[in-house]
């Protein structure tokens, strides 16, 4: 046998690595072992080493008396052209992206198709990993799998960036829906169900939003994902959370869009990089050590930017509408029917449009307390996922009820300012999440903390529940958009879908007038938004 070195594509993860073959020799072997990333595949027969493939590898090789197969010099040097690839368009693309997300494109291209995009909060990852959809049409089917709150998002955002997405929710365990959307939507709670089914249809796209929930190697939900990913050729990841603080929590995600052997194993991984101890109860790998080579080489699979990195690409504010699921959907439309039937009974009486304000308040009261107690166990999973960033949060909301639900689900890192709270307590809260590291989420009631506040320790607002008055939701915007605040500030509405709660938000959004109303001086009455809802009310029945 001679010494050789040929090209091999592992059909189970599709990486290409530089096969080494050679007659029995220690010495050999010991120079094997000082190439990065090598690995000895002792359970096929013949046994054999396999590299990464780099120019430094085959230098090595050579000089150790190797024929080095030509497939590895061409593939190198198409591996060399890909390096430089930068893409500035995207035909079909319905919106055009920022630079750095061009970049974040161009860097999964480079990677055909296995990345991990690190970038902070805010910085439309999920925008990047559907443009690169949008630049692979033929790429199909493609599965997102994220959190249960965010599956109505993500269906969303596809119908926002791609062109003809035809997108597919999956929900529940009992598996009976057939799949035949080109994109499908799924959560990582019922994966394990859908698993068999997702393989029938032969995914060649993998999207896994949030990937940090895949740290458990012991969870089923891991190992779920694991074998979802096998034989997958394109596994994009996307997680804010910073690797080099929780090195083991990244194990799972950076081996997946690993194609170059770069970590070759869990124990060589928290042995370097884990500052890995062993106590009575056992191993403890949650440390992290080695962080600096950690770092340069995650780079090789992660690309990551920070707000303050890309400042002069983003708009001061950026508001984004996120749509949650209720749980009280039967409830809901019943009161919005007979809302509805009211509007009409009312329709013609032009005097009644004021006259009849102060009924149309209460009705349409109930119908927003309805939508927030009905979306309220997504909202609190939106915040704990959003939590797990790391960064801090600001939420508004403006019922005692909602309030208090939410302190009392996040008591431990939570403060809060509404019309209960003397002026000395209130001033404590905000010092306490301006100062305290340990404080991440403030909720406040829009009017009683929506002004005179500064709360720039985030730059971070959600709305549980929109005020009447557009100059209200402006000015708690303002609490975090203030002299001090560093980066540019990022507004989320958590918004029960099909409900009047959209119906309200589009309102502001598409009426300029209320959004800007503050900055150019003037207000639009609350009274004329709530006319303008009952009319809309009364055309949505009319077209019915």
Not at 12 to 27: H, L, N
Not at 104 to 117: P, T, Y
Not at 403 to 425: P, Q, R
Not at 480 to 509: C, P, W, Y
Request: with cysteine.
């Amino acid at each position: 046998m001679n010494k050789q070195a040929t090209l091999v594509k592992f059909k189970e993860t599709g990486r290409v690595a530089i096969k080494v073959t050679f007659p029995y020799s220690k010495e050999t072997v010991e120079k094997i072992k000082t190439i990065p990333g090598r690995k000895f595949h002792g359970d096929t027969y013949p046994k054999f080493w396999s590299c990464p493939p780099s120019v430094e590898a085959v230098k090595l090789l050579k000089e150790w008396g190797f024929e080095i197969e030509p497939s590895i010099y061409s593939f190198l040097q198409k591996k060399e052209e890909k390096e430089n690839i930068k893409i500035t368009e995207i035909p079909g693309l319905k919106k055009p992206l920022y630079p750095f997300q061009y970049e974040g494109v161009s860097f999964i291209e480079r990677k055909d198709g296995k990345a991990l995009i690190g970038d902070e909060m805010g910085l439309g990852k999920t925008a990047q990993a559907l443009a690169w959809l949008q630049l692979h049409p033929e790429k199909r089917p493609a599965v997102i799998v994220c959190p249960a709150s965010l599956k109505l998002n993500w269906k969303k955002e596809t119908e926002i960036w791609l062109e003809n997405p035809q997108t597919q929710i999956l929900s529940g365990t009992k598996v009976e829906e057939e799949i035949t959307g080109k994109i499908v939507i799924i959560n990582y709670d019922i994966l394990t169900a859908w698993l068999e089914k997702l393989k029938e249809i032969e995914p060649v796209v993998l999207i896994l939003d949030e990937v940090h929930a895949i740290k458990n190697n012991s969870a089923k939900r891991t190992k779920t994902v694991k074998s979802l990913a096998k034989g997958i050729p394109h596994i994009i990841a996307l997680s804010g959370t910073p690797i080099v603080n929780r090195p083991i929590e990244f194990y799972n995600a950076l081996k997946l869009v690993d194609n170059e052997g770069i970590f070759p194993n869990f124990w060589s991984f928290a042995m370097r990089y884990c500052n890995a101890k062993h106590t009575r109860f056992g191993w403890d790998f949650s440390g992290s050590s080695n962080t600096e080579e950690l770092h340069e080489k995650a780079k090789k699979v992660m690309i990551r930017r920070l707000k303050k990195d890309v400042l002069n690409d983003l708009p001061e504010k950026t508001r984004s509408f996120i749509p949650l699921e209720l749980t009280n959907t039967g409830e809901y439309q019943k009161a919005e029917n007979d809302f509805i039937q009211w509007v009409r009974e009312t329709k013609g009486k032009e005097a009644s449009y004021r006259a009849e304000n102060a009924q149309a308040v209460v009705k349409i009261e109930a119908l927003k307390q309805l939508a927030v107690r009905g979306k309220l166990p997504q909202a609190i999973e939106w915040i704990k996922d959003f939590l797990e960033t790391g960064e801090k949060l600001v939420v508004f909301a403006t019922h005692i009820e909602t309030i208090d639900s939410l302190m009392k689900e996040f008591k431990e890192i939570a403060v809060k300012v509404d019309g209960s709270v003397t002026n000395e307590d209130r001033q404590k809260a905000v010092e306490k999440f301006q100062n305290d590291n340990t404080c991440k989420l403030f909720i406040g009631n829009i009017k009683a903390a929506g002004v005179g506040l500064t709360l720039t320790a985030s730059s971070n607002v959600a709305f549980l529940e929109l005020p009447w008055s557009p100059g209200d939701l402006v000015q708690a915007e303002d609490r975090v958009h203030r002299i001090g605040q560093k980066n540019a500030v990022n507004i989320h509405f958590l918004l029960a879908s099909g409900t009047i709660e959209e119906a309200i938000a589009k309102m502001l959004d598409s009426k300029r007038q209320v959004l800007d109303s503050v900055l150019d001086g003037k207000e639009t009455e609350s009274e004329s938004l709530l006319t303008e809802l009952i009319k809309t009310y009364g055309k949505e029945k009319e077209n019915d």
